[in-house]
Every structure is written in C-alpha cells, then in structure tokens.
C-alpha cells in the first residue's frame, strides 16, 4: 500500500509576491500552486493508493474564493483518477467563530467522491486498490471541543495546558482500542509534539498551542503516524513510523535552508513480530528559493559599491528568480558612497529582492565622565597616562613636557 503523506499548504501567503500578468493572481500564488501540481502528479504518475493531507490548506481561516476553487481543482484531479484524499482540518481551516464551516467542510457537503474530511476525532476507514486502510485522526481542536466550562473554571494557564494534554491523549487512546489490528492503522494528527525542531509556523500561530508528549503520540497500535502543524519536515521516532512532512514550500526566510516536499509511505501486508514492515521515504519538491547575502564593507573600502557588487557575482545563478535579500553593513564614513541603481541593476534577475543597511557608528573614546571631543588636550594626556599606569615620577615630567608642546615653547 502506497501512501503519499503532506501537510501545511497555506495557500494565499502572498508576501513577496507581484501581480502575475498573465492570470492577474499573485506569484507567489502560483508558487504554491505549482508545489501542490508536483505532489498531485506525483501520485497519479505513480498510482499511490492514497493521499493524506495533515492540515492548513489556507494562510487565512476565510480564504477567498479563487484560492479554494484552485485547491478544489487539485483535489478532483486526485480523485477523478481514483486516488481517495483524506484532508484533516487545521487550526487555520478553523472559523473564527462556533457554528461555522470550516474551510475544508464543502468537499464533505457535496459528498464528493473518494474525498474524506476530519474536523473531529474518528476513524476512518477507507478503501483503497490496495486493500482498506484505517486513519484515526486528530485534528486541531477548539479548546471548547475538549473542555467544557465546569472542566476550565478556576484553572489556570498552565493547569488549563494539562488538562488539553489530557484530553487530546486520551483520544489517541480511544482510537487504539476501537482500531481492527487487521487492518494497516495510521495516526494523522494536526498538532505540536514536544521535541519537534520549529520552523516558521510559529510566526503564523492562531490560538492556543497543544503541546502532546512524544510517548503519548507513537502508539504501536498505529503503523505510521502522519504529522502536521511543524514547517519542518523531520522523523521524530522510527519505530512506529512518527514524522512531520512539513509545509509544501517556502514561506519566509526562516525556511531558507530549509528542504520542502512530501513523504511517499509504503505498508507492507504482512506482519512481522506483530508490526507490518513500513518504509517511508522524503520527496523534496523544488520550489522558490529564498536567498540571503551579507556584505560587510570596512573603513578601508576604497570602493564600496564594486565590494557589494561582488558579493552579489559570487552567487551566480543562485540569484536568478530567488526570493532576496541584500544585508549590507557599513561605516557611516561610507554611507553616501554606494550606488543604489547599480546595486539595484545587479539584483534584477531576482524575483524579489530588498536591501538593508546597517549604518554602525564609530564609538567615541570616552575618557572619564567626558568624550575626547570635550576634555582639554593637558587632561586627556594625564587621563591617558592613568590608565597606562604609568610612575608618578614619570607622570610630572610628561605632563610638564606635554604642556610645553601645548603651549608651542
């Protein structure tokens, strides 16, 4: 059985972005899109037998219409070709307010064919080429879904924080004892684990933070545990199966460095020591590249644009259609000495790029309670003398010379 596992899409961060001429969307719109065709292709290409989405499709809790019409798109062309998507709710495909729909809720309504949508805890199983597969899902939930008034009254912060823990653990509990052990099992939860390296989700966090114990989370009783909420794709334990996809591609420049992509699951039939055989593989997916360069000029720059200039030559291709920015640092006696149009010329294959400087002020020798600019020369002398240490003896006979020189004697 073949399983395509991904997470945190975010369609409709347009930061960075411009008007595409063509469509009149945002670029990096299409970015997204783009990313998400690649994982769609993918799994057609190579006839996975199911997809699982682990939340965030939207940015924005009320996505417009253009942005769900293109994901909706993406998701009829998976399940046109018999390919069944499950899509877990996120905290960003919640409402803002109880009784709304979530952003997620209308492939459900329509009753749309081999798409299955989780806004609350329970098991799904879902029959694929490859045999029927359960998913007990968690997604992200309101406080209120978990605890009522009586649970929270009097509870403060860090007791409030326990009690959604427990909570959250004790559906994870409930679904182990209601899975059949015949069939494959598989955990998709939208939610953070503790020990989880963070990425930039932490910029887009709406509402409180659930925060579950690794040894709550990967059951045995689950032969993949599919993971999504952290940006960050990563393994948080091998057995079982406990891993982060990540988000589809990057948002800012806390993912500069980061590898974005999707993980293709494979469950093996049988069972070995009780445990069926599980592989999992990470897919990048190549998408916009964020780009920083540093340029630090000294007093002793001579030609401070030409040392910028270079910087910005010694990443070659890199540059060409990158999400950039330029961190120039330089002495304020350089400030009105760099060439904004060709430093502007020479980032002109980039897709997007900003300059920042950083002026730093040359610090003012302090000699006392005054500034060289303030003390008479005489004094400055002997405060120089006082912290060199110097003999009193010695002291005398250079102040006495050094007020001859003053004086012109």
């Given at each position: 059985m073949k399983i395509l596992h991904f997470a945190d899409l975010h369609l409709g961060v347009e930061t960075y972005g411009r008007t595409d001429?063509?469509?009149?969307?945002?670029?990096?719109?299409?970015?997204?899109?783009?990313?998400?065709?690649?994982?769609?292709?993918?799994?057609?290409?190579?006839?996975?037998?199911?997809?699982?989405?682990?939340?965030?499709?939207?940015?924005?809790?009320?996505?417009?219409?253009?942005?769900?019409?293109?994901?909706?798109?993406?998701?009829?062309?998976?399940?046109?070709?018999?390919?069944p998507v499950f899509l877990l709710v996120g905290n960003h495909d919640l409402p803002n307010a109880i009784g709304r729909a979530t952003s997620t809720e209308i492939f459900d309504t329509l009753a749309v064919k081999n798409v299955f949508v989780s806004n609350r805890p329970e098991i799904f199983k879902i029959p694929t080429r490859s045999g029927t597969v359960q998913i007990a899902s968690l997604p992200?939930?309101?406080?209120?879904?978990?605890?009522?008034r009586e649970d929270t009254k009097n509870l403060d912060f860090e007791q409030m924080k326990e009690r959604l823990q427990k909570a959250l653990t004790g559906a994870i509990e409930l679904h182990v004892s209601k899975l059949d052990p015949r069939l494959p099992a598989i955990l998709a939860a939208h939610v953070w684990v503790a020990g989880a390296q963070i990425g930039t989700e932490k910029q887009m966090t709406i509402g409180q933070e659930h925060v579950l114990l690794?040894?709550?989370?990967?059951?045995?009783?689950?032969?993949?545990?599919?993971?999504?909420?952290?940006?960050?794709?990563?393994?948080?334990?091998?057995?079982?199966?406990?891993?982060?996809?990540?988000?589809?591609?990057?948002?800012?420049?806390?993912?500069?460095?980061?590898?974005?992509?999707?993980?293709?699951?494979?469950?093996?039939?049988?069972?070995?020591?009780?445990?069926?055989?599980?592989?999992?593989?990470?897919?990048p997916v190549e998408g916009r590249r964020f780009l920083t360069i540093e340029a630090a000029l000294g007093p002793e720059d001579t030609d401070p644009a030409a040392t910028v200039l270079r910087a910005i030559a010694a990443q070659g291709e890199k540059i060409k259609e990158a999400i950039l920015r330029l961190n120039i640092t330089l002495p304020s006696s350089l400030e009105g000495q760099l060439r904004?149009?060709?430093?502007?010329?020479?980032?002109?294959?980039?897709?997007?790029?900003?300059?920042?400087?950083?002026?730093?002020?040359?610090?003012?020798?302090?000699?006392?309670?005054?500034?060289?600019?303030?003390?008479?020369?005489?004094?400055?002398?002997?405060?120089?003398?006082?912290?060199k240490k110097t003999l009193p003896e010695r002291t005398k006979v250079l102040l006495e010379y050094g007020e001859r020189l003053i004086r012109g004697d």
């Open positions: 001429p063509a469509t009149g969307l945002s670029t990096r719109l299409l970015d997204f899109l783009a990313s998400l065709d690649k994982v769609v292709d993918y799994a057609i290409e190579n006839a996975v037998d199911l997809v699982i989405f682990c939340g965030d499709a939207y940015k924005t809790r009320e996505p417009t219409q253009t942005q769900q019409r293109e994901f909706a798109r993406r998701i009829n062309r998976l399940s046109s070709n018999d390919i992200w939930l309101r406080r209120s879904a978990l605890l009522s690794l040894s709550n989370v990967a059951n045995p009783a689950f032969d993949y545990i599919a993971l999504g909420h952290i940006h960050r794709h990563q393994v948080l334990s091998e057995s079982p199966p406990t891993v982060y996809a990540g988000s589809l591609s990057r948002l800012d420049f806390g993912d500069e460095k980061d590898e974005k992509g999707f993980y293709l699951v494979e469950i093996a039939p049988e069972k070995s020591g009780g445990q069926r055989p599980v592989s999992f593989e990470f897919h904004d149009a060709d430093i502007r010329a020479a980032l002109e294959e980039a897709h997007f790029a900003t300059v920042a400087r950083e002026t730093v002020r040359e610090a003012r020798l302090r000699l006392g309670q005054f500034t060289a600019e303030e003390i008479t020369p005489l004094d400055a002398l002997k405060k120089y003398l006082e912290t």
